[in-house]
C-alpha cells in the first residue's frame, strides 16, 4: 500500500534553538518520512484523565479507550491536506527537540491537534499560519499537563518558527483557551499511543534488559512517533496503532511473534491490525529509501534516529515485498 506522506522537504529546525537536544531517556524515537502522512493549576486537565502509570496491562488501557467516545478524530479531509498535517506534525517533533520536551508532550500535543481538526469549523485551520499557531498551542497544553517546569509562551512561539511578540503571545493564550473550551477540557480523555505501547511491553515482558528486547522496544517506539505523520492511522485507536507498531518491530528486527503471542500481548488479534500494520510498514519504507537524503531533507524524527547511537533502527531494512524473508519466518503477518 503506497504511503501518502508528503515529499521529503527541508526542515523547520533552523534557529537560535537548533543546538537543543530532547532528552527523552525511555522513549527515544526519530524520523521522517514521505507519506501522507489557569493552566497552572491542572483546573483544565479532563476529569476522567487514564491513571496510565496505574494500569496493569493492555487490556486495561483498551478498556478505559472503549468506553470513551471515539468520535473525535477523524482522517484529514477538507483544507487541512494529509500534506499539511505531516508537515504541522513535523514542525511540531522539531519544536519538541528544540524545547527539551519529553516525548509524551508530543503525543498528546498531536492527539490534541488532530481532535480539534476533527471539531473544529472545516475552514477554520485552513489557513497556514492558524494552523501553525493551533499547533503550538495544543504543544502549549501538552507540555503544561506533562512538565511541572514549562518555558514561558514566547519559547514555544520562537521554537515553531512564529515571531513572538506581545501581540502573538495574546494570540496563543486566547488559542489555548479556544482549544480547551473546543475539547470541553478534557485534554486527556483516552491514553496516548506511547502509553499504550509502554503497556504492551509490560505486558509482554518486553522492558527486560534483554539485546533483543532493547532492539525491539526502540523499533517499536520509532514506528509509533512515525505514525504521528501518518493522517491515515489518525481514525485507530491508539491502543491499535501500538500494538501494530509492536508487530511491526517485530518482523522489521526478526524476531517474529506467533499469533497467540501477539494476542496475549496486545489483545489485538492480526484480523484488526492487518491494516494499521500495512500503512506502518509503508510509512517506515518511504522513510527507509530516504535514509541518503541530506539531515535538512529528513523528517525529524528520522533524523534523530540516524544519529551514531541510533542509526541502526533507521538503517533497518524496510520490508518491501511479500518476498522479504523475515515475513517467510514469520507467523502473525500476510501483507
Same mark, same amino acid.
Not at 493564550?173 to 486527556?188: G, P, T, W
Given at each position: 500500500?503506497?504511503?501518502? /506522506?508528503?515529499?521529503?522537504?527541508?526542515?523547520?529546525?533552523?534557529?537560535?534553538?537548533?543546538?537543543?537536544?530532547?532528552?527523552?531517556?525511555? $522513549?527515544?524515537?526519530?524520523?521522517?518520512?514521505?507519506?501522507?502522512?489557569?493552566?497552572?493549576?491542572?483546573?483544565?486537565?479532563?476529569?476522567?484523565?487514564?491513571?496510565?502509570?496505574?494500569?496493569?496491562?493492555?487490556?486495561?488501557?483498551?478498556? $478505559?479507550?472503549?468506553?470513551?467516545?471515539?468520535?473525535?478524530?477523524? =482522517?484529514? *479531509?477538507?483544507?487541512?491536506?494529509?500534506?499539511?498535517?505531516?508537515?504541522?506534525?513535523?514542525?511540531?517533533?522539531?519544536?519538541?527537540?528544540?524545547?527539551?520536551?519529553?516525548?509524551?508532550?508530543?503525543? /498528546?500535543?498531536?492527539?490534541?491537534?488532530?481532535?480539534?481538526?476533527?471539531?473544529?469549523?472545516?475552514?477554520?485551520?485552513?489557513?497556514?499560519?492558524?494552523?501553525?499557531?493551533?499547533? !503550538?498551542?495544543?504543544?502549549?497544553?501538552?507540555?503544561?499537563?506533562?512538565?511541572?517546569?514549562?518555558?514561558?509562551?514566547?519559547?514555544?512561539?520562537?521554537?515553531?518558527?512564529?515571531?513572538?511578540?506581545?501581540? *502573538?503571545?495574546?494570540?496563543?493564550?486566547?488559542?489555548?483557551?479556544?482549544? /480547551?473550551?473546543?475539547?470541553?477540557?478534557?485534554?486527556?480523555?483516552?491514553? !496516548?499511543?506511547?502509553?499504550?505501547?509502554?503497556?504492551?511491553?509490560?505486558?509482554?515482558?518486553?522492558?527486560?534488559?534483554?539485546?533483543?528486547?532493547?532492539?525491539?522496544?526502540?523499533?517499536?517506539?520509532?514506528?509509533?512517533?512515525?505514525?504521528?505523520?501518518?493522517?491515515?492511522?489518525?481514525?485507530?485507536?491508539?491502543?491499535?496503532?501500538?500494538? =501494530?507498531?509492536?508487530?511491526?518491530?517485530?518482523?522489521?528486527?526478526?524476531?517474529? /511473534?506467533?499469533?497467540?503471542?501477539?494476542?496475549?500481548?496486545?489483545?489485538?488479534?492480526?484480523?484488526?491490525?492487518?491494516?494499521?500494520?500495512?500503512?506502518?510498514?509503508?510509512?517506515?519504507?518511504?522513510?527507509?529509501?530516504?535514509?541518503?537524503?541530506?539531515?535538512?531533507?529528513?523528517?525529524?524524527?528520522?533524523?534523530?534516529?540516524?544519529?551514531?547511537?541510533?542509526?541502526?533502527?533507521?538503517?533497518?531494512?524496510?520490508?518491501?515485498?511479500?518476498?522479504?524473508?523475515?515475513?517467510?519466518?514469520?507467523?502473525?503477518?500476510?501483507?
Amino acid at each position: 500500500m503506497p504511503s501518502m /506522506l508528503p515529499c521529503l522537504h527541508q526542515s523547520h529546525c533552523d534557529g537560535q534553538l537548533q543546538d537543543k537536544q530532547c532528552p527523552d531517556e525511555d $522513549f527515544e524515537v526519530l524520523v521522517r518520512s514521505d507519506s501522507s502522512l489557569s493552566p497552572s493549576s491542572g483546573s483544565w486537565a479532563c476529569s476522567s484523565t487514564f491513571d496510565y502509570s496505574e494500569a496493569k496491562g493492555v487490556q486495561e488501557v483498551q478498556q $478505559f479507550q472503549q468506553e470513551q467516545p471515539h468520535h473525535d478524530t477523524v =482522517a484529514c *479531509n477538507g483544507p487541512v491536506t494529509a500534506a499539511d498535517r505531516a508537515s504541522t506534525v513535523d514542525s511540531m517533533t522539531c519544536a519538541v527537540a528544540l524545547l527539551q520536551l519529553p516525548s509524551d508532550a508530543l503525543f /498528546l500535543s498531536v492527539s490534541l491537534l488532530d481532535r480539534c481538526l476533527a471539531r473544529l469549523p472545516m475552514t477554520a485551520a485552513a489557513d497556514a499560519e492558524a494552523l501553525s499557531l493551533l499547533s !503550538t498551542a495544543c504543544l502549549w497544553i501538552a507540555a503544561k499537563f506533562e512538565q511541572c517546569v514549562v518555558p514561558p509562551s514566547s519559547c514555544f512561539l520562537a521554537a515553531s518558527q512564529q515571531c513572538s511578540s506581545p501581540h *502573538n503571545r495574546q494570540l496563543l493564550v486566547a488559542c489555548e483557551a479556544h482549544v /480547551l473550551q473546543a475539547l470541553d477540557y478534557r485534554a486527556v480523555p483516552r491514553p !496516548t499511543i506511547k502509553a499504550c505501547l509502554h503497556a504492551i511491553f509490560a505486558a509482554s515482558g518486553a522492558s527486560t534488559a534483554t539485546p533483543e528486547s532493547t532492539q525491539m522496544t526502540l523499533c517499536a517506539a520509532y514506528l509509533c512517533e512515525m505514525s504521528l505523520l501518518e493522517a491515515r492511522l489518525v481514525p485507530f485507536m491508539p491502543s491499535q496503532v501500538a500494538a =501494530a507498531a509492536f508487530a511491526g518491530a517485530s518482523l522489521l528486527t526478526g524476531s517474529p /511473534l506467533a499469533h497467540g503471542q501477539l494476542l496475549a500481548a496486545t489483545g489485538y488479534s492480526l484480523a484488526q491490525l492487518k491494516q494499521p500494520l500495512q500503512l506502518l510498514l509503508s510509512v517506515h519504507h518511504v522513510l527507509y529509501q530516504g535514509r541518503a537524503l541530506p539531515p535538512d531533507s529528513m523528517y525529524a524524527t528520522a533524523r534523530r534516529y540516524m544519529a551514531a547511537d541510533k542509526a541502526w533502527i533507521g538503517l533497518l531494512p524496510s520490508i518491501a515485498s511479500t518476498d522479504d524473508p523475515r515475513l517467510k519466518r514469520a507467523d502473525i503477518v500476510e501483507v
